[in-house]
Each structure stands twice: as C-alpha cells, then as structure tokens.
C-alpha cells in the first residue's frame, strides 16, 4: 500500500527542486529500510514458556523528607495487578524476579525498579514540582518538556477517552478541554463535530450563504505527525456520513493535543490558523517485555427522549368546520369523534367514512426506537529490547434510533517500532479504516421522515404500527399506499415506512492510512527525524429511491464517489546543547505535501424499471453525470521550510522562535509563497524566586504568531462546461466564470496570548489561566457585482475578524489516601469574536446583510458580533406620532408589511454561548471509579424552525386561540370559547377594501374571525403615506366594523411567518455529558488465569438534559440542514441517552 | 551496521537521481485540460446562445406570466396579481438573465474573434443586439459601452444614454450584416438550432431585428421610415424575413423537463400551474368575433359550460381541435332555483353563458368567486374553475411540430411593414403586408391555406380606408400573430397603444405600467450609475410609470 502511493506519486512531479526533492528520496529510503529489516526482529528470543517462582517483596515508600508515604500504588509493570502501601508506607507483593515494579502516587514522579534478586525495597518518591519534565507533543510531533511552552496546550489522554464509550473520538473530549467549542451536528452517537478553537473567527460569508460551518473554521488534524487537513465531513441529501475522524477507534489513541493559540500551531504554516487537533495513536513501546493482549467490548443502548409535544384536538383542514382529508394543516375540526368525514383507511387500504378520532399518538416517538452500539476492540502489543508493536482491530456495530438505519466500522491498526542500530530507529505505522452503512436516514430537511412526522402528520391519522404496508395491494413495488391520499389515487403524503424502506441512502468509506518515521541520533548534539505518510480516503455513495413517492413517482438513483489522497513528508534536524546556564535546541527541516481529490457524482433522475438500481436502468434523457466541480483543479502540492530553537536560561526562562516559510501551487500561475513566524516566552517564576510552599509551580506565559490559512493563488478564469443534457442532438456549453482581484493577498490570523500556570498544595491544585486575541485577518470572499460586470463576483480580501477571551482550567485533589481518591476538573471557556475590519469595496455603505437560512439574515459590519441572526422580513413599523412603532398593516387585506429599510431589521439571536463550563470528576474507593462528566453553557439563542411550522400548520397549543398561550402579535381565535370573535355582517364597515376583505372570508358557520394587532392608513386617505398623521390611522380591531379580519389559519400562518422573534429561544442547557462506575477485579483473583486488570463498568451518556427555555429541542443540533447554519434548528432527532456495559480485560 | 548504513545511502542516491525526472505527465495534463475549458469551438457556442436565449423569451413570454397577462393572453385563475400589473411594482431582475446570456455571448464574440470565424461573429452580434434592446427598451438607461468589462477593470459600469444605446445597436446590426454576409466559415447544419446551417437566413435575422428597432424607435429617430425603406429595398446587400418559416424560434426536445415546453406534463409535474393559466377574456373573444380558427388551436372548450336552456342541462359535448386533442364539456343549467347556486348568479359572476370558449376577465383577482366561476367549491378547490376555458392540450404537451421557443417570428416583419406603409413611412401596400404577416402567422400554427383564405375573405378582416383605422386592425393582427412572444406584445401596446385594450374587464382602475424597475442588487452595488440612470427618466423616478428616452 505504501510503495503503490509512492509509484504514484512519483509519477507526476515536476523536477523543480531537487533540494526539497530530496526530502521524498528520504523518505524511500525509509521505505526500502523498512523492507530490508530482519522481521525476527519483533520475535521473542527467550524461553518465555518457563516461568520462575514468585518471590515475596517487601519494602516502605517515603517521601524527600523522609516521611512515610500511605496509598502509594505499587504495580506490577504490564500487568494492572499491585498493592499500596499501608499507613507507614509498607507494602508487600509477589512478583516474578524479572518483573518490575512502579511506584507511583499523585502529585509525585513515578518511579520504576527492576526486582531482580532483591527481597526488600526502600524507595524514595521526589514531588512532581521539583522535576516537572512532563513532556508533551507538539507541533510536528516533536515532543517537548511542558515547562518550556510559553503557549497553552490541552491534552486528553487515552483513559479519559473511552471511559464511556463514546464511539467518536471528538465526541469524548467535550467537557475535559478548555477553549473549544465542540458542537455536535445531531443527538445521533453516529454524528459528525463541529470544532472551533477559541472562537470561529470566520467571517459570514456571502458566497455561500451565511456563517456556515466550512472547512472554514474549522482546525487542521495530525495524525501520528501526518497533517491530514481541515476535516469537515460528508453530507449527502441531509445525511451526516462522518469524517475520518468519526472512523478512528477511540481505544487506539494514546492522546489527544489541541494546540489552540497561534503559536502552537505555527510550525504548520498556511493551515494552522484554526487551531491544531494532534492525534497520538498507542504503540507497543514503553510496557511490559513480552506479548500482551488487551480486549474490551461495550454495549450501549440509545434511547431517545424529549420529544416535541403536539396538539392532539383537532384535525385536517384549514378552518374549524370544514375537513379537508388530503390536507396536512391541522386548522380543522376536532378530532373528539363528533365529526364524521370521509378517509383513507391506511390499514385497510381503501376509502372509508366514519368519526375522526385522535389517535393520540406521539409520532416521533412512535417511530423511533431504541438503537444499539456495541463495540469490540482487541490489541496485541509486544515489547522488546529492539522494538515494539502494537496491532488493533475493532468492530462497531450501530443501529440507529431511526429504523432501518446501521453503521459498521471496523478498524485494523498496526504501529511497528524497530532499533536498527542504538541511535537509529525506524517506525512503520498502517492502518485500515472501513465504514459502511446500508442505510443511514436523512434527519434534517424537508424531505425527512422526522420532518413530515412533525409538521406534517394530522393527529386523526391512524397510528403508524397500523401504516407498516407501505405498498398498495396488487401494486407492490410501484404504488405507494399513502398515509394520506387523494382521491384520484396519487399520494398527498408519504407513508413514513415507505420513506423508512424504501429511500435509502448507502455509504462506504475506505480509509488507508501510513507512516514510515526515522530517528536517527547522529552523535551527541544532532538528531534527525525523517518522516512520511498518506492518508487515502475513498468513498462511495447511493441514494436508493423506490418508485412511488409522492413528489418523485419515478424513484431516483445516484452514485457517487470520492476519492481524496494526502500525502505528507517532513525531515527534521536538530541540535541539542547545553552551555553552562544556558541551553539550546534548534531545528530546521523542510516538507513537500501533495494532494489529489476527485469525485464524480451519476445521477438517473428516474428508474425505468421499479427497483432496479443501477444506472442503465435510467429513463430515457434522465442519466447525468457530475463530476468535482474543481476538476481540473484537483491537485495541490506544497514545499515548506521551516526552523525553531528553544533558548532556555537557567531552567527558569524558555524562549521558543519559530518559523515557516510556505511555497505553494501546483500550477505556474498559483505559485505562492508566504512566510509565518512566532515567538513565546515561559518563565517559571517558582525557580526564579523562593516562594511560599504552598505554590508547586508558577509560570508565566507570552506568546505572538502570526499563522496561515489557507495560501492558494487564484487567477480569473472564464471556463466552457458542457451541459449534463444535450439539445437533442446538440451539446451545449455553460460559462462559468470566477474574478479574483490581481492584488489578493493570503489569510492569516495574528494571534497573542498571555497565560499563567500555577500549581498548589504538592499539585492538588492546578490552575491555569490564558488570555487570548485572535486577529483573522485578510479572509477572503467574494464581494458581489452586478452582472453588468460579466461576473457576479469579485474574489478578494474582505476583512478581519478579531476573537478575544479567555479559558481556565482547575484541577483539584480534595481527597487523598490510601482507599480514597477524588479528583474534580473544571475548564472554563469564553470568547466573543467580533469583524474588526471591512474592505470599502466590500461594504460601501459600513454594512451588508447576507443571507443566512433564507428565512433570517446576518450581518456583517464593522463591530458586528459573529454569530449574529438577523430578521430576514423586518415589520413595517409606523415611525412617528402616537402609534409609532406600531406594525403598519396594508390597506387591502390589514396584512403585515415587510419593511424595505435594512435599518429596520432586528437582531434575532447570537449562537455562541456567553461561556462553556466543563465539569468532570473522578471518585476512586479501592477498586471502585466513578467518573462524572456534564458540560454546561451558557447563553446564546436559535431559532426553531421547528416552532415556525408547528405553528403555521396548527400542530400546537399555541395556535388555538388568544384564550390560551400566544405570541403578542394576533387576537383571535378557532371558536370562540378559544378567543374567535363574531363576523361582522356583510357591508358593516364603511370602507370597501375592509368589507371586501371581510367577504370573502366570513362564515356563518363559526365565530373565528381573528385580526393582526397593528393599524392601517385610512383607506379614503390619499396623500403620501410617509406623512400620514396620527388621525389617518385606524387601529385594527379596535372597531369591529372597521376591522381586517382573517381566519386563523390565515392571520395566524403570517404573524408565524413575519415575525421569526417569536420563535428565538434561549439555548442555555446543562449536559450530563457522561456518567460511568467501574469495578475493577482485584488481580489475586484472576491472575491464576492469566488475566489483569479486569474491569466492569457501567456507562452512561447524555443521559440528562437541562434546557433553560423548557423546550424538547436539543439546543446544541441548532443546525438548518447537515453542517450550515448554527443557531437555526429543524426537525432534528430529539436528545439521545446511551447506556449501557463495557469490559476491558488485559492477559 | 556501518555497512548497513553505507547500503541504505547508495539506495537512497540512486533512487534520488531517478527520481528527479522529467515526468510531469499528470499537472501538465491537468493544465491542457485547463486551457481547453478556456476555449470552445463556434458549434457549441452557437448552440447554447440559441438555446438560452430562445427559452429566455419563452419564459417572458408564458412561464412569468407578469407579461402574457399584461397583453392579456393569458389570467390567472389563483394568485392573480399579474393580472393587474402587480408585479411591476417590484424591483425586476430579468436584465440580469438578459446580462448572463450576454456574458455567455461576450465570450464567444472573443473566441470567434481570435479564430476569424466571422459569420459566428455576426451570428452572435445579431444575438447581443436583441438582448441589449431587451435591456434598455424595457429599463430605460442601461450599461452598455461599460458592460461587461470586469477584467478591465470596471467593477461599476456606468449606464449609457438609451438614444446612445439605440444608436450602438443600429450600428451593431450592420456590422452583423457586413460580417455574416463576408464571413467564409461554414455554420454546423446540427448546431444551428433554428436555420440548420444557413447564412443568409441569419442575415435575415440582423436585418429584420434592425426593422423591429428602427420602428420602436421611429417616433425619436427621423430618418426611421427612410432606414427600413433601405434595407427593405435592397434584398441581395439586407436581406429581410419573407416566408413563412422564416422564423427565430426553436423547437422543444420532450425528453426533460429542461428541454421541454414549460406548460408540458414534463415542467408542470400535477398540472396545477397549466390550470391556473387561463385564456383572457379579451383574446377569446377576439378570436371568436373573427371566426379565427387559431380559436380552436389555442383554447379549449368549457368543461361544464353554463346554459340557460334546461334541455342542455348535463348534456355532454365531444370536441376534437385541429391537433387531434379531445374535449368533453358537460352543459350545467343556470339554475336560481338552487339557493347554494343563486348566490353566484350575480351579473359579476355570470357572463358568457351559452358558450363553449370562455375567456377570463382581464383585471380580475385570481379568485374562484369572481368572472365565470363554478359556484361549487367543494368540487373545485381554489383553481378548478369549470367555467373558463383553459389552453388547449397542445399547450400541454412537452413538445409539439407547433411549440416553438419563440425569438422572432417572420409575421412580425410584415405587421412593421403594414403600419409603416399605413403610416406613409415607407412606400409599398400595407395590405399586401397585412395579408402576408396574417397568412405567416396562421400558416406558423397549422391553419390550412384554405381556412386562412376563408379567413382573409371576411370583411372584418379587410383594412379599411383611414389610416386609423388601418393601424387599429393591422394592431388586432399582429397582437395576435405575436401570441406567446410577449415580451414583442408588451413592447407594442406600449409604444402604439395600440389594441386599445387598457380598459377590458376590471382594468380601468389600473394604469398601465411602462417600464421595469431596476434590480435592487443595482441600487446596492451600482449605486452611482443606478442614480445617474434614474436622471434620464421622466419623471425622474425609479419606478414602473416614468418614461424613458424612447416614450418622453
């Protein structure tokens, strides 16, 4: 796999540069290495089979001050078995001589001894505080002591990762990372994550529809040292089909790094200007001698819960006393029994007449059920003196909450370790990803089950267990036997099975990743780190459509593919000194990256045949092909230098310089190049100065960058495509045509940030504290044109977008001995961006609305907030005298207004919370864990579509009438026990426009004239409407003669629509984001069969939620469609708990 | 290990010095296939300007109804504010479909340019001329010398003076001529959408679009009627349109909804638009007073026509049209007896009894209560209105030997030559052209020379003495012959005022709108000009009454 991408790669390069040319010969090398290494190597050389008695092994544990030490844990090194020390620090274990122990204890260095001949040992454990050499891995994957980084890294380690099971890796660092906002697409554990570090800083975007979550704002992913780009995911017809980080298997990463300020980052140049998520995938290094085999496997239960709920009262049609059975509005009359209309009995299949009668049912709820997952996961580690490994393989088996609905991923992963020689070593990592899914529902959208559920689903339907033949009797395969009908026999609305089973939406993702690493020490000083790898991504898509829907009687099927390889190469030389008080470390390297995408789309609008898939059985002129838009634009490649030193004085003060300078473009005119440094200082002010004991540590921060993002050189083309569909025997040809300003510069984002560490008490506190400013600058868009221009756009720099805030982190070890163990973490996030700089050609007049979901708007001017909603139809407000403010209704039929005057708009909502506060605690009692994770935020506000056709289509309370809850905007009612008024009598008003209104709506049949609440000009008034005077306007209402009246379904449909702040809600809520409690065997007892570290656990996720606004609508899967659009919520799943069991064993 | 080492470095040499080829099989390729989409041979361009802007016009023509309906071709039966103009009152977009095109034609004329293929040239100058008179005759003052020009530069194009544009585009249609008729390389008979190859004809085109804008212009332009007289005079140099197929205008494949009739069961999935497009009263009736049988080819019968005679009550009638489509209509007697019916027997509500082709009346909201309705809304829903006629079947169809695409058809030629010889600005017979543009017409819709004969044989038909009179029935005629290219008929009634049908049915309090108002995206982004075209206008006010250069 790794020689074939080389093959292909090699192919197609320019000989340009010989120099960084070289770096790919190296990483050859390495290839060719890796091939010639004696593969007996990784095998066993000793007589593992015989085993030597166990000897007693005494000893105490104390401290530097010689106190004894209680609760110190004593471990078998490889195995989980051990003991602690008593009271007075003795301990007492049996291990085999050639075993090791480990003593470890918080706040202290760890320390581990070989046992060898001895029978008693006396250890001394020194505190943490006094060696801090942590280490942790940073930019480029160089490891570095923590002490020295004068930015702020989070890291989450592999424990914290999988103790409840979350099937995504992202997903599981929710509420344990300070600084980010991770914001979940759906409730579905299957679902994809929205990353943003320290704020998205993008600015909303004209081209392509408002502030959506692109590839934009999202952070650049490293994997094992490979760059694997900004990874959003892929959508499909309102589906989420994840990314390959959905693919990973939690129980292979080692750690989690998140290096979120520029600095961090900007060793990674022109991608690092979002932030850096850096995965560490486990390898066998570092356990015990020897082979050993660790296995899990967890089974969670996902059940939904909140749901929506809806008005069970009254029936199809649009007015109280008319039925309209093929109508999906919910205006009619009651469904208590005492109306008999005709209907499509759905069970019976055929046309009936009878009493309609609420089925009382909670569609959603009816049609969801009780999804699964379980996982299994197994590794092989080996640990020798020349090398290591570590093979996984996992299986994940999903059924969706929605029926008919599974994901399968499985995962093989190998990571090889070899000393050739003592200074060299080589790394071989491989790993196979497969994700498939047979079917996998739309859950957002118009065309989603869910939505039609909701919106669309009269109460006096019968239930859906009685709607499971989804075909027409005789007609199997063609006809759909609708949940509603028309009487000429076509469908007025789907049958949600039909939709269930017969619209299916298939995904496969084939993911191959490698990595060949070279370590070379060379002397004493110099170092040399080679490196390459590959990511190739292959995708393949179907839309399966039945014939027989009720807007697509045809059916459809569409393939599709996608291809995407990555290829990443890096050397690295460094050099390493001390010279009296001061050290250096300084490294310079150069890397060529390379990509290649593709992705080509068919299309047979309808099936000739019902049923039959596959793309010849197209209709007549139906078949289309559509490949990536880029094409050709499908390669990129980019060389880049880079260098950084580390200057330390006296271990006390670190100053970190970096580098990097990007040369990018495949083709002579997108050659680009662009230069990126950075500084930081760390300074440990507890070396510096004696302080009080009570501080462990103390450290300052302060760090500059200035990163990339994004760096290609764009040129105006005006391109010829060929039209899917011929003319007959003609082919005709589209213009495309994009105009980029000659004098674009590259994005880049400036960031500082200043921070302080302190650590308390032998580090049971621990607090950290950053301030950040990130400056985006420079982010291009495209600035509208009129088309008298030839283009409707013109690419360039259109701005600045400045985020400033702050995280906290605080750990704290109330509780400390020998049984007793309590840990509570806290981290602490907030940050507000706002545009800081707009280009005049952008915004000539200081401001500009663009659109957002089509039914609000965002604005973008200097000052604005990111993550502002704005109206989309501002009200048409009276502006002066005694009714000013008040909506101005239309003289013809007392209507609400749109007003044409931006400055009338009002500020909805803002989607980013005011902070994110994370909460996770750990209570351990002997063998007993219990774990806590919830996550709070604060603040911010969505829209629900939800409400809007709840509304419109009188499925809720709310719209009954102004007796009962309602929006301030309408009076009225069904009837008039619910707040209907009379109809005034035919030609009671003296102006015609309201007698002719009021006409043609009145009835005799029931009192449900409702009205706007707003005033209206005289209708005999003639003059210029902007100079009507308090005596020219009329209140509505206020005389019923001279009153535009509606009928709800009529008014109260517009006031829904018009006045989308009626639908704005807080998105404050709580999350329980996990809950587990783990039991883990005492080793005495299983260790006869060979087994430790045996651990049974009881998982819980989500498995309570808190939303401030009291509302069933889970406020974080704000999105209006898969990925665009925060803050808008549409017929998502309601929240989703998962629980259930996990067991990991070791042997 | 040293040697090792020393192994892995000779390796990793040789394979450096291999690796450094001269290999770039794969960006080289990436940047012909670059180059390539960058040019496109005159075929395809020909066709797609054809193609885009045929459907262009058919879409003002019939798919907006905003113009049908101010013509009164057609009313809406449901949402019916094209039926009073409503929709003039809105900033309107359609110069930006207009500019599209033209930026699709821009580019041609660069790539003809660099090739020396001159005919396409003036094939497609012919196009920019008819897209940019859309522009300005529907705007006023628009970009033009400026349009066009980004990659120039010019991010804000300054609108040119109408008279100016008029001026450029006469000069344009010339040099098409020159161009066409000078130009030595052959035109793809496959991708020539509408002459399958020949030249001359597309001459014929530049000629007759010339004619078309001379006229429109000719109460601001002095020498109009001594221009036309020119071309018209001089055949072999100005070829103009002469027969009956000489018409700009394309036919419809049927296999997509794309390249389908826009009222076909293709476009119009369940129909609901086709039936909420109804035959306005005003052409019906027209139709029917001149016993034109285009009647019977365009509309057809009520489906439950009221009688008065109670022996016709639910006797059915079988109608089969010219096409081969068949009608059932079902007579419904007017019954006061019933009460439900009798509230809808008001004079409002009942008119054309006692027929079986009934048009909408002109100017009435799209409401089922109002102009011939049924009084039974149970059985009709909101747009099942029995009482009117709805288009005939052949309008239904997503593609027809008679559904054309229509640009400009030959017909219109003739009337422009009638009402000029009728005015005394050119010399010739203004019968003769009146005749002509009348038989080109119904020959277009498949009327057999016999019934046209018979037709042209009434005296309704025949041009009476007075010029007035003359000018009123070659405008009935040729408001007619332009059905369905409604944007031509909008254009028309506007400058001649001519038929005088402004006052029909419910229109008297509606006055008749005069232009389009700019796009709002023009006041956003083009302020300057937008202010500066606002100037030419008079009143100097953007909106659908002012008048431009060519009405002040």
């Known amino acids: ?1147 | 290990m040293k040697s090792f080492s020393i192994k892995v470095f000779a390796i990793v040499l040789i394979v450096s010095v291999a690796s450094c080829s001269k290999d770039a099989l794969r960006t080289d390729d990436s940047l012909q296939q670059l180059d390539a989409v960058e040019d496109v041979n005159d075929a395809y361009l020909l066709s797609s300007v054809i193609k885009q802007t045929a459907l262009f016009y058919q879409k003002l023509g019939y798919q907006d109804s905003r113009l049908p309906g101010a013509v009164q071709y057609m009313e809406r039966n449901y949402q019916g504010g094209d039926n009073y103009y409503s929709a003039f009152k809105q900033p309107l977009d359609d110069m930006y479909a207009a500019m599209n095109i033209l930026k699709l034609i821009d580019g041609a004329i660069g790539l003809t340019d660099k090739r020396g293929s001159m005919v396409h040239k003036g094939i497609f100058t012919t196009f920019r001329v008819l897209l940019f008179s859309f522009m300005t005759d529907y705007y006023g003052d628009v970009y033009y010398s400026e349009a066009l020009k980004a990659r120039e530069g010019i991010l804000y194009p300054k609108y040119d003076k109408q008279a100016d544009i008029y001026t450029g585009l006469l000069k344009e249609l010339d040099d098409a001529n020159t161009m066409i008729a000078n130009g030595t390389e052959a035109i793809s008979p496959t991708y020539d959408l509408v002459f399958k190859g020949n030249k001359v004809q597309w001459q014929k085109f530049a000629n007759s679009l010339k004619i078309r804008l001379l006229m429109r212009a000719s109460n601001k332009i002095q020498d109009a009627g001594a221009q036309i007289e020119a071309i018209v005079n001089n055949p072999s140099a100005t070829p103009v349109f002469t027969a009956a197929d000489d018409n700009v205008s394309i036919s419809y494949i049927g296999t997509l909804a794309e390249n389908s009739w826009l009222g076909g069961t293709l476009s119009d999935n369940g129909g609901s638009e086709f039936d909420r497009r109804r035959p306005c009263k005003t052409l019906v009736d027209k139709l029917t007073a001149l016993n034109d049988p285009r009647l019977k080819v365009w509309i057809a019968p009520v489906e439950n026509p009221w009688t008065s005679d109670p022996a016709m009550n639910g006797v059915t009638v079988n109608t089969t049209d010219p096409n081969g489509f068949t009608y059932t209509s079902t007579w419904e007697l007017i019954d006061r007896s019933n009460p439900d019916m009798a509230q809808y027997l008001t004079p409002d509500i009942l008119l054309d009894s006692n027929k079986l082709y009934v048009g909408f009346v002109a100017g009435m909201p799209g409401d089922w209560k109002n102009g011939n309705a049924h009084w039974n809304t149970a059985a009709g829903g909101a747009y099942g209105n029995f009482k009117v006629s709805k288009f005939s079947q052949l309008f239904r169809q997503n593609s027809h030997p008679l559904l054309k695409a229509m640009i400009m058809n030959s017909d219109e030629l003739q009337f422009i030559l009638a009402e000029a010889a009728a005015k005394g600005m050119i010399t010739g017979s203004a019968d003769t052209y009146y005749r002509n543009g009348i038989r080109f017409s119904m020959q277009r819709w498949g009327i057999s020379d016999a019934d046209i004969n018979t037709y042209l044989a009434q005296p309704a038909i025949a041009l009476p003495a007075d010029q007035a009179g003359k000018l009123a029935k070659i405008a009935d005629q040729k408001w007619l012959g332009l059905f369905f290219v409604s944007a031509e008929t909008y254009l028309d009634l506007r400058r001649t005022r001519l038929p005088n049908i402004f006052n029909n049915g419910y229109l008297s309090g509606y006055e008749f709108p005069l232009r389009f108002r700019y796009p709002a995206n023009e006041l956003g982004q083009n302020v300057d000009a937008y202010n500066e075209g606002v100037t030419g206008l008079s009143p100097q006010v953007d909106d659908q009454y002012s008048k431009m250069w060519l009405l002040q």
């Not at chain 1, 197994?378 to 994901?407: I, Q």
């Not at chain 1, 391109?719 to 495309?736: I, M, R």
């Not at chain 1, 706002?834 to 089509?854: M, V």
Request: charged fraction near 20%; charge should be neutral.
């Open chain 1, 1 to 1147: 796999m790794i020689k074939f991408f080389y093959s292909h790669q090699f192919l197609n390069e320019k000989k340009d540069n010989c120099f960084l040319l070289s770096l790919r010969c190296i990483s050859i090398l390495i290839m060719i290495a890796f091939i010639y290494i004696p593969l007996q190597g990784f095998s066993y050389n000793g007589p593992r089979h015989y085993r030597f008695k166990d000897v007693r092994i005494t000893g105490t544990v104390k401290d530097e001050k010689g106190n004894p030490l209680a609760g110190v844990s004593v471990a078998v090194v490889g195995q989980a078995s051990g003991v602690s020390t008593d009271n007075s620090g003795n301990f007492s274990i049996s291990v085999q001589p050639s075993a090791e122990l480990s003593f470890s204890y918080v706040g202290y260095k760890a320390v581990t001894v070989k046992v060898g001949d001895q029978t008693h040992l006396d250890i001394t454990l020194t505190s943490e505080a006094s060696t801090l050499n942590e280490v942790t891995v940073t930019a480029l994957g160089l490891s570095r002591k923590k002490k020295s980084l004068g930015y702020s890294v989070s890291e989450v380690s592999s424990e914290d990762l999988v103790k409840a099971s979350n099937p995504s890796v992202l997903k599981s660092l929710d509420g344990k990372v300070s600084g980010v906002n991770f914001t979940n697409l759906s409730s579905d554990p299957t679902s994809s994550v929205m990353v943003n570090v320290r704020g998205s800083t993008a600015l909303p975007s004209l081209s392509s529809g408002g502030a959506d979550v692109s590839s934009r704002s999202q952070p650049l992913y490293v994997i094992d040292g490979i760059p694997v780009g900004a990874q959003t995911f892929t959508p499909k017809d309102g589906v989420d089909f994840g990314n390959i980080l959905s693919q990973l298997n939690p129980e292979d990463i080692a750690s989690v790094t998140i290096l979120k300020g520029g600095s961090a980052g900007a060793l990674y140049g022109a991608q690092g200007g979002n932030g850096v998520v850096m995965i560490t995938t486990k390898s066998g290094r570092g356990g015990q001698k020897g082979l050993g085999v660790s296995y899990n496997i967890s089974a969670l239960a996902d059940q939904p819960y909140q749901f929506i709920e809806e008005q069970m009262q009254y029936g199809q049609g649009e007015r109280i006393y008319e039925w309209q059975y093929d109508n999906t509005d919910t205006w009619g009359p009651p469904t208590d029994g005492s109306f008999s209309a005709d209907y499509w009995d759905v069970k019976a299949q055929k046309w009936a007449n009878g009493p309609q009668i609420s089925s009382n049912e909670d569609r959603v709820k009816a049609y969801l059920q009780t999804g699964s997952t379980i996982t299994n996961s197994l590794s092989v580690f080996g640990n020798y003196d020349r090398g290591s490994f570590r093979f996984s393989m996992s299986n994940m088996d999903n059924k969706g909450v929605m029926p008919n609905t599974k994901t399968n991923q499985k995962t093989f992963n190998l990571n090889t370790e070899y000393k050739i020689t003592n200074s060299l070593k080589i790394s071989v990592s491989a790993g196979y990803f497969h994700t498939y899914s047979p079917n996998k529902q739309n859950s957002v959208g118009s065309n989603s089950v869910l939505n039609s559920l909701l919106y669309n689903f009269p109460n006096n339907l019968q239930p859906l267990s009685d709607m499971h033949d989804y075909w027409l009797m005789g007609f199997e395969g063609s006809l759909q036997n609708g949940s509603i009908m028309n009487t000429d026999g076509s469908v007025a609305n789907d049958n949600p099975w039909f939709t269930t089973y017969e619209y299916l939406h298939r995904f496969t993702r084939d993911n191959f990743f490698g990595k060949v690493q070279l370590d070379w020490q060379m002397g004493k000083n110099f170092s040399l780190l080679a490196r390459t790898g590959m990511d190739n991504v292959k995708e393949s898509y179907e839309l399966r459509k039945s014939w027989g829907s009720r807007s697509d009687k045809y059916g459809q099927f569409v393939q599709g593919t996608n291809s995407n390889l990555l290829t990443s190469s890096d050397v690295i030389l460094t050099y390493n000194n001390n010279f009296n008080k001061f050290s250096l470390s300084a490294s310079v390297g150069g890397n060529y990256s390379y990509t290649n995408t593709s992705s080509l789309e068919a299309t047979a609008d309808d099936l000739s045949t019902p049923a039959l898939f596959n793309l010849a059985n197209a209709a007549p002129g139906t078949l289309s092909i559509t490949s990536g838009a880029n094409t050709p634009y499908n390669i990129t490649q980019g060389y880049s230098a880079y260098a950084l030193a580390t200057l330390g004085y006296n271990n006390q003060l670190f100053l970190d310089v970096t580098g990097r300078k990007d040369f990018n473009g495949a083709y002579p005119e997108q050659k680009i190049q662009y230069f990126y440094p950075s500084a930081s200082l760390s300074w440990i002010a507890s070396e510096t100065f004696q302080l009080p004991e009570i501080f462990t540590l103390l450290k300052g921060r302060l760090a500059w960058a200035d990163v990339g993002n994004g760096l290609l050189k764009q040129r105006s083309v005006d391109t010829y495509s060929f039209e899917a569909n011929d003319w007959g025997a003609a082919k005709t040809v589209v213009l495309n045509t994009a105009l980029v300003d000659p004098d674009i510069k590259p994005m880049h984002s400036v960031t500082k940030e200043l921070g302080v560490d302190a650590w308390m008490l032998k580090s049971r506190i621990k607090f950290d504290f950053t301030y950040f400013e990130k400056d985006q600058k420079n982010q291009l868009d495209n600035i509208p044109l009129v088309p008298g221009t030839g283009y409707t756009g013109l690419l360039t720099n259109i701005g600045d977008v400045t985020s400033k805030g702050y995280e906290i982190g605080l750990t704290v070890t109330p509780v400390r001995s020998r049984d007793w163990n309590w840990d509570i973490s806290a981290s602490f996030t907030q940050y507000k961006a706002t545009i800081t700089r707009l280009s005049d050609k952008f915004a000539p007049n200081g401001y500009i609305f663009a659109n957002y979901d089509g039914k609000t708007t965002v604005k973008i001017a200097v000052g604005e907030e990111i993550g502002n909603i704005y109206e989309q139809n501002p009200i048409l407000r009276v502006k002066s005298g005694k009714y000013k403010g008040m909506p101005l209704l239309d003289g013809e039929g007392g209507e609400f207004q749109v007003s044409p005057d931006n400055a009338d708009r009002q500020q909805l909502a803002n989607f980013n919370p005011d902070f994110i506060l994370g909460l996770n605690t750990t209570l351990r009692y002997k063998h007993f864990a219990l774990n806590l994770v919830g996550s709070l935020r604060k603040g911010g506000q969505y829209i629900s579509v939800n409400q809007q056709y709840l509304e419109s289509n009188g499925r809720v309370a709310t719209t009954f009438g102004t007796k009962g809850t309602n929006n301030p905007y309408w009076e009225g009612g069904r009837n008039a026990e619910l707040g209907g008024l009379p109809w005034p009598a035919a030609g009671s008003s003296q102006y015609e426009a309201i007698n002719n209104n009021n006409d043609g709506q009145r009835t005799d049949e029931v009192d449900d004239a409702s009205y706007a609440k707003g005033v209206f000009i005289n209708p005999n008034y003639t003059g210029d409407p902007a100079n009507a005077k308090d005596e020219d306007y009329i209140v509505n209402g206020a005389d019923k003669n001279n009153t535009f009246y509606q009928y709800p379904y009529n008014s109260y449909g517009d006031v829904i629509w018009d006045f989308a702040s009626t639908r704005t809600y807080d998105a404050t809520n709580f999350k329980m984001k996990e809950i587990s409690i783990a039991y883990t065997l005492p080793d005495k007892l299983i260790s006869r069969y060979k087994m430790n570290n045996l651990t049974l656990s009881l998982i819980g996720r989500n498995v309570f939620q808190w939303n401030k606004s009291g509302r069933h609508e889970d406020p974080e899967s704000a999105f209006t469609g898969v990925g665009t659009n925060q803050g808008i919520l549409r017929a998502t799943l309601p929240s989703i708990r998962s629980y259930g069991i996990k067991l990991g064993v070791n042997f």
